[in-house]
C-alpha cells in the first residue's frame, strides 16, 4: 500500500532537483501555446531552462508545470515517441477534438495511467469508456497491455496513446489547457479563470493504475486542483482518490465529475417519434392489449438510490409477447426505477405521466389513461417486425434518458405480465399512489413562498404570463406547479421561471409583491398587477388555451363558468368561443379570466370575489364532470347542498331564466355583496 | 429634421463582423460590421441600408426551377453561380446552401469542403454557409465548413433550439458566427441565444433569425416578433441585442408565384421577394436573403430612397 500524500512530498522534492537538470531549451512545434500549461497558467512563454524556473516558481512549484518542461526537453533531447504514440498533439489536431467536445460527439475525457495488472481489466474499461462516448488518452505502459489484448487505438477509436511513460501523462493536461484557451477564452496567465474552466467546463476523469513512481504520482494527484476526479485502480492510500474496481472505475468517475451519456437513437425494430404520438391502434389492428378493463394493468416510476438502478436494464417478468395469444387482453405492470442525483421523490408523479406520452411515440405501441387505468395495445404490424414487451422498456429507458439528461442518471424498466404477480405488485402500487394524492393534495399557496411562471403562450399572446400556485394549475389545465418546478430545473432558461411571492398586498384576493413584479416584467410592462383569486380585480391574463372561462353575471350578482366543450349560448349571451375570442390573446379583462377545470374545486376560485357562493352557473356536463369531487369539497366546507343550486343549461339558458331559477333555489349569490 | 425622441432606448444592438479581409487574416474583398443600431431601422441619423445576401446551392434539383431557368447554366457550378451572383446581380453576401448533402446516406464530407473552398476562391464577397439538413450528419458536415473557411468570419447556418452544438463547435473551433433560429418567438429566441452563450460562443458572434413568413403567408407573425426582439434589445435585453436575417425562402412557391402565367413568373416572383424584403427590412432586419437576381437591385434602390428619404416630423 502507498501512501499517496507521502509519495507526493518526496515527488516534490525530486521534481525540484531535477528542475535545476534542464539545460538546453525546448519547444514543441505545430502549437500557438508553447507550453500550453505554464503558458495558460502563468502567461509566459517556456522555450529555456530560465523561463522554466520563473513559471515553475511563479506557480509555487506545482508538479504539472515541472513535468511539462521536463518531457519539453526530453522530447527536444530524444524525439517524438515512436507510432502507435502520439507524443505532444498538434494545434490542429486538438481543434478537431474541442470540436467534437463542444459538438457533444463526445462527451468527456478521461486519462488512462500506469501499469493494469490485468491487460483484460484495461480492455474492459477502454470498451466502457467508448461505449459512453469519451476520449480516452492512454500514457505507461497501459498503452502495451491493450496492444496485448488486441484493442486497437488511434483517434478513429477514441483511444490516443500519448506516449510509452507515465511521464507523457502531462499531455493530458496541456490538451485541456490549450481547448480551455481556443474554446473557453481563457486568456495565457489568467490561471483563476483556467482553474474555473476545468473544475466547471472541463468534463475530464482520471484512472490510476498501479506502477507510478513518486514524481508521477505527485503529477497525478496535482491534478485534482483542476476538479479531475482521480479513481484509483492500484495499492494507493488516499483519501482525497476514489477507490474502485475495474467494473465501476469508469462509472464512479463519470458519477463523480457529472458527466452523462446522452442518447440519440434508440435500438428497437419500430420507429419511434413524437410524429407518432395521435395514432391509434383499432381492435382488428391490434395484437394484445394490456388493461383498459380487460385486465389488471398499471403504471408506477419510482426513484431509487443509484447502487439500486443498472441503467437501461429491461425484465420482463412473466411471459413474452411471443407466447401471448393473438387479440388477447393479458395482466401487465409497468415498473420503472430512476436515480440520479437532481431527481427527487415530488418529481415522480410528473415523470410517471411521461409514459403515456413514450409508449405513443412507438409507431405500433399506444397507451391512454394513467396509475390502474392504463390501457395499452400494440399493434400486429410491429409484431411481425419483431418487435417484443421488452423493446418497449428499451424505449422508455431511452426516452426517459434522453428527454431528462439532467435529472437522471440512471432508468431500468421492469414488466410483470404474470397475472399474479402483477396483482400483488398492484397493492404496493396503490399504497404509492394514495401516497403522493395526499402530498398533492395537501399542497397549499401559503406552503411556499415560490411559484412559477409560464409564458409558453407568448408565441402569439404576446403579453400573457401564467403565475402557477400548488392550488392554482395553469389555465390550460397541462400544468401544474410541480411540473413547473420540474421545467424549470431541466430547463433553467425556458419558459417556467420561479416566481418568489413576496410580500402580501392581498392576502384574500391573492395579490403579491413578488408576483406583481415578475408579471410587470415578463408582460414587458403591460401588466401591473395580478391577483391570483379573483375575477373582478386585476385578474390574471388570458392567452387562449384556457378549459374553461369565469366571468361575472352582474345581473345576478354572481359568476358562471363554460367549458371550451360547451357549444351553446350561455347567460351571458355569448359562446364559449365568442367570449374566448374577447379575453384572449395576453389581456387582462376585469371580470373575465381563463382558468383550468380542477381550479374550480380549488378551494382558492373565488376567493377574492366573496368564496364559492358566487358560482350560478356551469354547463351539465361539467358539472358532472366535477360533481365528486367538487361536492365533497362543498360539504367539507359546510356548503353541503350549493351543489344542486349552481345553474345549468337545463335549468336556465337566458339570463332572465337564470334569475328566476336563482331565486327559486335560494341561491346565496343574490344576497351577497354587489359584484359590482 | 428627424422624428422628434419619442422612444427612451438605452442599449445597443451589438455588431457582427461577417468576412474577413487580408488585413484581418482572411481573403475576402471586403467585409461588413452589421448592427450598432440604436433606434428603429431608417430612424438613424445616418441610416445604414440591409446587407442583401444572395442565396445559391451547389446541388440545383432541390431549388425552384423559377430561379434555376432564370440564371441559366450557371446554377451547375456553385462557384461560377457565386462570381456572377457579386459581378452581375450585385449581391452584397453569398449564402451558399449545401444542398448536396440532402441526398439519403450523403457521406462525402471531403466534397463539402471543397465546394466551400472553391466559392471562397471564386468570389471576394463574405459568405454564409448553410450546413446540413439532417442532424445525423451535422458534425461531419460543420467540421469541415468551419475548417475550410478558417480565417474568413463566416456566418454559419442554421442553428436551432434542438440542434446548435455542431454549429456552436465550428463556430468556436474556427473563428465564425452563425445563425440562431427560432420559430416566431421572442421568448425562443432568447432562449436560443443563452444556450449558446451557455456553451462558449461569444454574443458578437450570433446573427437572429426570428424565422420569416412570407408576405400574405404569415409574415405579419415574423414583423410582430421582429419588432418585439429589437424593442426588447434597445431597452436594455442584452440577450436579444443581435442583428437580425431574414430569409422568406416560401416565397417562391406561393400560389401565386407557383401559378403565374408562364410569361409573368419571373415578374411575380420578384415582387414577392421585394415586398417582403422591404416589410423585413422595416421591421429591423441587417441582412435580407433573395433567390431572384432581380430581387437584388429593386430592394437597393427601395433601401437607397427609404435612407434619404425626408420624414416627416408631424404637427406641420
Known sequence: MIDVNTAVSSGQTILKQRMNSLTSSFAYEETAYHLPVSYALTGIAVHNPAAAALAYTKMQDNPIIAHECLLAQKTELDGRPPAPYTGFIPDTVLRKLGYSLVDGSII???????????????????????????????????????????????????????????????????????????????????????????????????????????????????????????????????????????????????????????????????????????????????????????????????????????????????????????????????????????????????????????VNYGEGSWHVAQRDLIWVRISKEVVAKGVKIQHIGKLLANKFRMDFPQLLDAVSVTFITDQEKVLAAKITAEKVYDERDARIKGMLDTDVDTYYSCTLCQTFAPNHVCVITPERPALCGAISWLDGRIAYEISPAGANQPIRKGAVINQVTGEYEGVNQFVKKASHGEVDRCSLYSVMEYPMTCCGCFECIALMLPEVNGIMVVNREFKGVTPSGMTFSTLAGTIGGGAQTPGFTGISKNFIISNRFLQGDGGIERLVWMPQQLKDELKNRFTEKLEKQGLGGFFDKIADETKAVTIEDLAIYLEKAGHPALTMKPLV | MGLPAMFDWNSVIREVVIGATKSDGGTRAVSYRIGG????????????????????????????????????????????????????????????????????????????????????????????????????????????????????????????????????????????????????????????????????????????????????????????????????????????????????????????????????????????????????????????????????????????SLAHSKVPTGGD
Not at chain 2, 223 to 234: G, K, N, P, V
Open chain 1, 108 to 358: 468527456g475525457l478521461a486519462l488512462l495511467i500506469g501499469k493494469p495488472e490485468q491487460g483484460s481489466a484495461a480492455a474492459g474499461i477502454c470498451r466502457e469508456l467508448q461505449e459512453k462516448y469519451m476520449l480516452t488518452f492512454l500514457a505507461g505502459d497501459v498503452v502495451s497491455a491493450l496492444a496485448n489484448e488486441g484493442v486497437k487505438v488511434g483517434l478513429d477509436y477514441r483511444l490516443i496513446p500519448l506516449g510509452p511513460t507515465n511521464f507523457h501523462g502531462v499531455h493530458f493536461i496541456d490538451i485541456v489547457a490549450r481547448v480551455a484557451m481556443m474554446f473557453g477564452g481563457v486568456v495565457p496567465g489568467d490561471a483563476g479563470r483556467l482553474l474555473s474552466y476545468a473544475v466547471e467546463r472541463a468534463k475530464a476523469i482520471v484512472l490510476v493504475f498501479p506502477g507510478l513512481s513518486d514524481e508521477e504520482l505527485a503529477l497525478v494527484d496535482a491534478m485534482r486542483v483542476l476538479g479531475f476526479p482521480i479513481v484509483s485502480l492500484g495499492q494507493y492510500e488516499s483519501d482525497q482518490w476514489i477507490k474502485a474496481t475495474p467494473d465501476d472505475a469508469v462509472a464512479r468517475g463519470m458519477e463523480a465529475k457529472g458527466i452523462r451519456v446522452t442518447v440519440t437513437a434508440i435500438p428497437i425494430p419500430m420507429g419511434c417519434s413524437p410524429a407518432f404520438e395521435g395514432k391509434s391502434i383499432r381492435k382488428e389492428e391490434m395484437y394484445v392489449e394490456f388493461g383498459g378493463g380487460r385486465s389488471p394493468a398499471f403504471e408506477l416510476l419510482t426513484m431509487k438510490d443509484a447502487a439500486e438502478v443498472k441503467d437501461g436494464e429491461v425484465t420482463v417478468i412473466g411471459p413474452e409477447i411471443d407466447a401471448m395469444k393473438e387479440g388477447s387482453a393479458n395482466p401487465l405492470a409497468i415498473l420503472i426505477h430512476v436515480a440520479g442525483r437532481a431527481m427527487k421523490k415530488d418529481y415522480e408523479p410528473v415523470l410517471e405521466r411521461r409514459i403515456h406520452n413514450f
Open chain 2, 37 to 304: 443600431g440604436t433606434t428603429l431601422p431608417f430612424l438613424e441619423k445616418t441610416p445604414k441600408p440591409p446587407l442583401i445576401a444572395f442565396e445559391l446551392c451547389d446541388s440545383p434539383q432541390y431549388w425552384s426551377p423559377i430561379i434555376t431557368n432564370y440564371c441559366g447554366d450557371v446554377v451547375n457550378s456553385p462557384a461560377e453561380w457565386a462570381k456572377t451572383a457579386g459581378s452581375a446581380y450585385g449581391a452584397d453576401i453569398i449564402r451558399l446552401y449545401l444542398t448536396s448533402t440532402r441526398q439519403r446516406n450523403y457521406s462525402d464530407f471531403e466534397a463539402v469542403k471543397r465546394t466551400v473552398e472553391l466559392v471562397l476562391d471564386a468570389t471576394g464577397l463574405p459568405l454564409i454557409i448553410e450546413g446540413s439538413n439532417e442532424p445525423k450528419i451535422d458534425s461531419e458536415v460543420f467540421l469541415k465548413c468551419g475548417e475550410a473557411g478558417q480565417g474568413e468570419r463566416l456566418l454559419l447556418g442554421t442553428a436551432e433550439a434542438s440542434r446548435y452544438r455542431s454549429i456552436a463547435a465550428a463556430a468556436l473551433a474556427y473563428n465564425h458566427s452563425l445563425i440562431a433560429q427560432s420559430p416566431i418567438d421572442i421568448n425562443l429566441a432568447k432562449q436560443l441565444n443563452i444556450l449558446l452563450k451557455e456553451i462558449g460562443v461569444p454574443q458578437d458572434h450570433i446573427v437572429i433569425d426570428p424565422y420569416t413568413g412570407t408576405l400574405g403567408y404569415g409574415f405579419e407573425y415574423s414583423y410582430s416578433a421582429m419588432e418585439r426582439i429589437r424593442f426588447s434589445a434597445l431597452k436594455g435585453d442584452t440577450d436579444l441585442a443581435m442583428p437580425m436575417i431574414c430569409s422568406a425562402v416560401d416565397s417562391l412557391s406561393v400560389k401565386e408565384v407557383r401559378d403565374a402565367e408562364p410569361g409573368t413568373r419571373d415578374t411575380m416572383a420578384v415582387a414577392w421577394e421585394f415586398y417582403t424584403g422591404i416589410a423585413a427590412a422595416a421591421a429591423g432586419a441587417e441582412i435580407i436573403c433573395v433567390r431572384h437576381p432581380d430581387s437584388i437591385g429593386k430592394l437597393k434602390e427601395a433601401f437607397r
